[in-house]
Every structure is written in structure tokens, then in C-alpha cells.
């Protein structure tokens, strides 16, 4: 999973991209939260199957035991994933500009058209 973390630097603040791994930290916090019972709900509810179900609830749990801002996603199981887990999730359409995207990333989020 691709992390986008605000960085302060010296005398401004950087954007970098971390590279985070399902770790064993992020094995507990998810134990706390997804269990058969969620991942069956969340593939009733989207049609989803249960590999793919199962694969999103890693990247929702990373997201989370990671203290993402939110989650940008297309996948109708993210969102319902990260809606159990507490995380927002949005889809990309969510923001008017592409300047709005990285402000989110930045973790601005939205902002009023940009002139």
C-alpha cells in the first residue's frame, strides 16, 4: 500500500510517498475490527467475492492502523470496508480539480474552485 504522509521539513512541509507492508501491528488493530461476519456482510452488500473482499480488508487495515486521512478509492468494498473501520473513503470525483486531489494528499482536503 502506497501511504502519501505529510513531512515537516526545515522551513517548509514535503509530501513524500511511503511504501507501508501489513506488519503485525496492523494485524491486531484489524483482529479488533474484521471478522467473517463483516467480511460476509460487505460481500452481500457489494457482490463482491470473498478474495477480493479479503485482499481490501489489508489495505483498509493498513490505511487505518496507519492513521490515513482517507482512503481514495473506486471499489465499492473499500468504501464499505473503511466505513466499518472508521476511515473516510472517497472517490476520486469527490474532487473538482486535480489541485484538490493533491490538496487532499497534503491533507487539505477539498477546496473552492481554483482560478
Not at 460487505?42 to 477480493?52: C, D, H, L, Q, S
Amino acid at each position: 500500500m502506497l501511504l502519501i504522509r505529510r513531512v515537516y521539513g526545515f522551513a517548509q512541509r514535503h509530501t513524500l510517498p511511503e511504501f507501508i507492508a501489513f506488519d503485525d501491528v496492523v494485524a491486531a488493530d484489524m483482529a479488533r475490527w474484521c471478522n467473517r461476519r463483516v467480511i460476509n456482510a460487505v460481500m452481500r452488500e457489494t457482490g463482491a467475492i470473498r478474495n477480493v473482499v479479503k485482499y481490501d480488508a489489508l489495505i483498509v487495515a493498513c490505511a487505518r492502523a496507519h492513521k490515513a486521512a482517507m482512503i481514495i478509492t473506486l471499489d465499492a468494498d473499500v468504501a464499505a470496508l473503511a466505513e466499518i473501520a472508521g476511515v473516510t473513503a472517497k472517490k476520486p470525483d469527490a474532487f473538482s480539480y486535480v489541485a484538490d486531489l493533491f490538496d487532499a494528499f497534503r491533507g487539505l482536503g477539498p477546496t473552492e474552485p481554483h482560478s
